[in-house]
């Protein structure tokens, strides 16, 4: 079988094509939360029973997602559905989103935090992130206790560790080196 990158690349690059750049963020978010929802193991396995119609499972995910869906995403998620491709939504969805922050210049930041950040605080941070990997970052917070403080950031392939844990793991190196 193809990898899913494979197979979802062209189904992300047709959408794109569609939108041209013009609501991508918004259609992002959609197709975003349809991946999330495709990622359900319950979901696929009744997608994959061949008693189970197209109609049916187009249904099914698109009421389980709860939103009215723009026509562009009906139509994929109708043409993923009818080729038995559910399972590579959410691979779709992320290379749709990855399509539509290269146009935008701008790339998704996940901040690993011991403690949830406000606002005004996040703003800050992000402020000083994007002076530091040179672009607009969209960050989202994940917050992860086991840090015990600071933050751990991961822009794409990138990361920047400034957490207590990190900081420990490279004393503990040093010392029995």
């Known amino acids: 079988m193809a990898e899913l990158a494979t197979i979802a690349r062209p189904y992300a690059e047709a959408l794109f094509k569609a939108v041209a750049g013009g609501n991508g963020p918004f259609l992002s978010e959609?197709?975003?939360?349809?991946?999330?929802?495709?990622?359900?193991e319950a979901l696929r396995q009744f997608a994959d029973n061949p008693k189970a119609t197209a109609d049916q499972v187009f249904d099914l995910v698109n009421g389980v997602a709860g939103i009215v869906l723009d026509a562009k995403v009906v139509n994929l998620l109708k043409l993923v559905i009818e080729n038995g491709r559910l399972s590579a939504l959410p691979e779709i969805a992320a290379q749709f989103k990855a399509l539509v922050n290269a146009q935008s210049g701008s790339s998704d930041a996940i901040v690993h935090s011991a403690f949830a950040?406000?606002?005004?605080?996040?703003?800050?941070?992000?402020?000083?992130?994007?002076?530091?990997?040179?672009?607009?970052?969209?960050?989202?917070?994940?917050?992860e206790p086991e840090l015990i403080g600071g933050i751990r950031v991961v822009v794409g392939d990138e990361v920047l560790d400034t957490s207590v844990k990190a900081r420990l793991e490279q004393m503990k190196v040093a010392l029995t080196a």
């Open 117 to 143: 950040i406000d606002d005004a605080a996040l703003s800050e941070v992000v402020a000083s992130l994007e002076k530091r990997f040179g672009r607009k970052l969209n960050a989202r917070v994940v917050i």
């Open 30 to 40: 959609q197709v975003s939360l349809l991946g999330q929802v495709a990622a359900d």
